[in-house]
């Protein structure tokens, strides 16, 4: 199809600095239509021209009414005096040399006065509207960028930074694409929403990166560098929050256009450490700079790439990106994993049971592959928590049917290999009921958050109920489904259960084996929350991120195991060995830290385990 469009700079709405480009013509002649709007938005130096040429104006207009009353102002020779004197009255300031003679000049000064009163009041409020109106100071990267994302996938990210030293409270992201588009003859401007895979903060005080997947559902799906420049794409980002000192609404915004997208790159690391005080922090000299990606091509070769495919070598069954492929000491047992992926993004370690055309049916090898990489996340001194998901559109349908249909033929059990089932994670101290097949999650020395997506079956409920903290996408349902295949309350589900939910919860679940929603799994206690469709995974690293930031690795170690044990204990037995615990923790490093940290008002830095 012939491009029709006519020779012009490429489209955009808005300049670097967040001004609209745009220009508007043929609008009534009305220039005191919105003159309120027009002097708040002013910048400072053209309000206060304005302000000293209106003061100039009036004053020369009474100075003149002043000198056509031929002698009206005592001890005035001039029309220079005139205006001098009418300075005088409209500031109140009243020398006594020069003063008004007759009923003329008294009327005239009386006018004055008032119209004084009434223009500083007016001059004072724009004023003080202008100086109470927050504003935030948001730095957006000069240019964004497309990288590989999770299983090689790409995805189109921007950084922001708050230069202010408040916090922008419950702040949201919105990022739109503007395009131009044939339809019917003419080319029209259109706008797309594109999701981001986190688009709330509960606060925003240093950086946030916006990343948009760019898969099948997205409207950037399989364009390249070149699609972007010949369609004027335009990426609009608006951010929106409340300052938190002011209280009221901030927003700020920015655009990239296509030579401002970088292909196959990702941001540098930001974060900084002290080595002298450990304080953390940002380090804006490199806010803006951007490191090409491992695998990138020559930039002909990026410019034609489509969205949509893999911009890195795409993995062996169970290679990790190399977020998580730095530590030389675990990359062999990575590449025999082939039905979980692995990796770790500081603080957290995500565990995916990575199945998606089986909704992640549970295997023997899946087994072992989840408790051997527990067990390399329990000893990786990185990792604060372990987050367990499912790839796709379910977290677990239950034991794999295949497998299921084999134990009832009397087959064995499906081969693994050695190094898998050798591992043995969790804290052994705890007892033989805290190391059975599934329970021994409940002995993991870190804390293991389930994020929850799609349908749970089965015995992956018990998994589930094993994790300590789980949260529930929307669309999550769970069903025990025991009692309708002719089986009993499996893997500890009978101990667990009630304990979580209440015995009659629990009997409702196991008798029925009836499918709940989200909502209902809450409400019952079964899940801790339930996230907004398309936020789960990064809500969950999100609040890793606050434990990391603000919570002993150790103490949380030690709760768990408390809480846990304390299960089958009487309240005696539990008030006495909290109370020598408590004593121990005193002897340890990270009480004083967290003491120290609280008087001096930082982020307290807690020892790893």
């Known amino acids: 199809m012939a491009d029709h469009r006519p020779e012009t700079a490429p489209w955009r709405f808005l300049s670097r600095d967040g001004q609209d480009t745009f220009w508007r013509v043929n609008l009534p002649p009305?220039?005191?239509?919105?003159?309120?709007?027009?002097?708040?938005?002013?910048?400072?130096?053209?309000?206060?021209?304005?302000?000293?040429?209106?003061?100039?104006?009036?004053?020369?207009?009474?100075?003149?009414?002043?000198?056509?009353?031929?002698?009206?102002?005592?001890?005035?020779?001039?029309?220079?005096?005139?205006?001098?004197?009418?300075?005088?009255?409209?500031?109140?300031?009243?020398?006594?040399?020069?003063?008004?003679?007759?009923?003329?000049?008294?009327?005239?000064?009386?006018?004055?006065?008032?119209?004084?009163?009434?223009?500083?009041?007016?001059?004072?409020?724009?004023?003080?509207?202008?100086?109470?109106?927050?504003?935030?100071?948001?730095?957006?990267?000069?240019?964004?960028?497309?990288?590989?994302?999770?299983?090689?996938?790409?995805?189109?990210?921007?950084?922001?930074?708050?230069?202010?030293?408040?916090?922008?409270?419950?702040?949201?992201?919105?990022?739109t694409l503007a395009r131009t588009e044939w339809l019917d003859g003419e080319f029209l401007r259109r706008f797309y929403d594109l999701p981001l895979t986190r688009s709330t903060a509960i606060f925003f005080a240093l950086s946030w990166t916006a990343t948009h997947l760019l898969d099948a559902d997205s409207p950037l799906y399989g364009k390249t560098a070149d699609d972007l420049q010949r369609d004027e794409s335009e990426i609009i980002v608006s951010l929106l929050g409340i300052d938190e000192n002011f209280a009221q609404t901030v927003h700020a915004r920015y655009s990239y256009v296509a030579d401002e997208i970088i292909w196959n790159a990702r941001f540098a690391d930001v974060l900084h450490t002290d080595p002298a005080t450990g304080r953390r922090g940002i380090d804006y000299a490199r806010f803006h700079d951007v490191i090409p990606s491992a695998a990138r091509r020559d930039a002909r070769r990026s410019r034609s790439r489509p969205c949509g495919a893999a911009l890195d070598a795409t993995p062996a069954s169970g290679a990790q990106p190399d977020a998580i492929s730095d530590g030389q000491r675990s990359r062999g047992a990575f590449r025999m994993y082939e039905q979980i992926l692995y990796e770790v993004a500081e603080p957290a370690a995500l565990i995916t049971l990575n199945r998606p055309k089986q909704l992640n049916a549970w295997t023997d090898r899946m087994?072992?592959?989840?408790?051997?990489?527990?067990?390399?996340?329990?000893?990786?001194?990185?990792?604060?928590?372990?987050?367990?998901?499912?790839a796709g559109r379910g977290f677990c349908a239950g034991a794999d049917l295949f497998m299921l249909k084999g134990i009832s033929e009397g087959k064995g059990p499906e081969e693994v290999p050695d190094e898998l089932k050798a591992a043995d994670p969790g804290d052994p101290s705890m007892g033989e009921s805290f190391r059975g097949t599934y329970t021994y999650l409940l002995s993991i020395r870190k804390p293991i958050i389930a994020a929850v997506n799609g349908p749970v079956a089965g015995m992956a409920v018990p998994i589930v109920a094993c994790c300590d903290?789980?949260?529930?996408?929307?669309?999550?349902?769970?069903?025990?489904?025991?009692s309708r295949r002719g089986l009993v309350a499996e893997w500890g589900s009978s101990w667990i259960l009630p304990r979580l939910i209440g015995p009659a919860h629990a009997l409702d679940l196991l008798f029925s084996a009836r499918r709940i929603d989200a909502v209902e799994a809450a409400r019952i206690g079964l899940v801790n929350r339930v996230v907004a469709g398309g936020e789960l995974l990064s809500f969950t690293r999100h609040y890793v991120e606050d434990l990391a930031a603000n919570?002993?690795?150790?103490?949380?170690?030690?709760?768990k195991r408390q809480v846990y044990q304390h299960l089958t204990e009487t309240l005696g037995d539990a008030e006495r060995e909290a109370v020598q615990l408590m004593l121990d923790s005193f002897r340890r490093p990270d009480f004083r830290e967290g003491v120290t940290a609280f008087l001096e008002k930082r982020p307290p830095k807690f020892q790893p385990v």
């Open 469 to 482: 903290v789980r949260f529930a996408g929307e669309d999550a349902s769970f069903t025990t489904s025991f």
């Open 367 to 390: 087994g072992a592959e989840v408790k051997h990489a527990l067990a390399t996340a329990e000893a990786d001194p990185r990792v604060v928590a372990i987050i367990l998901t499912g």
């Open 30 to 175: 009305d220039p005191l239509h919105d003159v309120y709007h027009l002097l708040l938005s002013a910048r400072w130096p053209v309000l206060i021209a304005l302000y000293a040429l209106a003061f100039l104006t009036i004053n020369t207009i009474f100075a003149l009414l002043y000198w056509l009353g031929g002698g009206s102002v005592l001890h005035a020779g001039s029309l220079a005096d005139d205006f001098f004197f009418s300075v005088q009255t409209m500031c109140t300031i009243g020398y006594g040399v020069m003063a008004p003679r007759g009923l003329y000049a008294n009327v005239l000064a009386t006018l004055e006065a008032f119209t004084g009163v009434v223009t500083f009041a007016i001059a004072t409020g724009i004023a003080f509207a202008k100086f109470s109106r927050p504003t935030a100071r948001v730095l957006f990267s000069r240019v964004a960028v497309v990288r590989p994302w999770e299983g090689g996938a790409p995805a189109l990210q921007l950084r922001m930074g708050n230069l202010r030293g408040n916090r922008i409270i419950e702040a949201r992201i919105r990022v």
């Open 551 to 559: 919570c002993s690795p150790t103490s949380m170690m030690i709760m």
